[in-house]
């Protein structure tokens, strides 16, 4: 199983702060026959199913504010949030879906300090 | 516009099946071009990729290795609906359950989530 280690596991910033989250894989998840990473981003807050906010490392969900960026490739990845607003107060998760099991990271917990 | 609506009891016994059901509409079950998955949320809060089933001129699932040998996930396609049954529970399986709709590689329409707790 390819295993998604994320980190920090919890991060305290100010209002219109940056927030940056890693995700690092196991192995890597960049597919040669499609030329993309399959690697999702979801935002999850308390009593709500999972959101998408990123997929295939760097596309933008339709409807997903500007704010909210990903990057990276192979193994190394990283959402970053642009400016925090009071609603980004959530749980986020990356997850692969290079091949079966698809896997989840730890999760990252956001808040405003 | 997908919608997916769970259903099933929020209290099952240990040792008995989990058994929950995803119906669909504005997709179909049978479409070639998705995955029909289960996700859960544990109480300590991570999310768990439990296992998908799809159509590609044939159906197919494939599971996690955590619950591999008690987990089936089953289409009906004459209520285009899918259901996830997961046998021999034990407290460590209490979590909220979640179905969702995987199109390019995310899951981008979700179901609404169910709570079970396992609990004689």
């Known amino acids: 199983d390819i295993v998604m280690t994320q980190s920090p596991n919890s991060l305290g910033l100010s209002l219109g702060e940056r927030a940056t989250i890693n995700c690092k894989s196991s192995q890597s998840i960049f597919d040669t026959s499609t030329n993309e990473n399959h690697l999702t981003w979801y935002q999850k807050k308390p009593g709500q199913p999972p959101k998408v906010l990123i997929y295939w490392a760097s596309t933008r969900e339709s409807g997903v504010p500007d704010r909210f960026r990903g990057s990276g490739s192979g193994t190394d990845f990283t959402l970053t949030i642009s400016s925090l607003q009071a609603e980004d107060v959530a749980v986020y998760y990356c997850q692969q879906s290079y091949s079966s099991p698809l896997t989840f990271g730890g999760g990252t917990k956001v808040e405003i300090k | 516009q997908v919608h997916l609506q769970q259903s099933g009891p929020g209290l099952v016994k240990p040792s008995q099946t989990l058994s929950l059901t995803c119906a669909i509409s504005?997709?179909?079950?049978?479409?070639?071009?998705?995955?029909w998955d289960w996700v859960r949320q544990s109480p300590s809060g991570g999310l768990e990729w439990l296992g998908r089933a799809y159509y590609r001129s044939r159906w197919y699932s494939d599971y996690a290795e955590s619950v591999k040998s008690r987990i089936i996930i089953n289409p009906d396609t004459s209520k285009n609906q899918f259901s996830l049954l997961l046998s021999s529970v034990t407290p460590e399986d209490t979590a909220v359950y979640f179905c969702?709709?995987?199109?390019?590689?995310?899951?981008?329409?979700w179901g609404q989530g169910t709570l079970v707790t396992v609990s004689s």
């Open positions: 969702a709709r995987s199109y390019g590689w995310r899951s981008d329409y």
């Open positions: 504005g997709d179909s079950v049978s479409a070639n071009y998705v995955t």
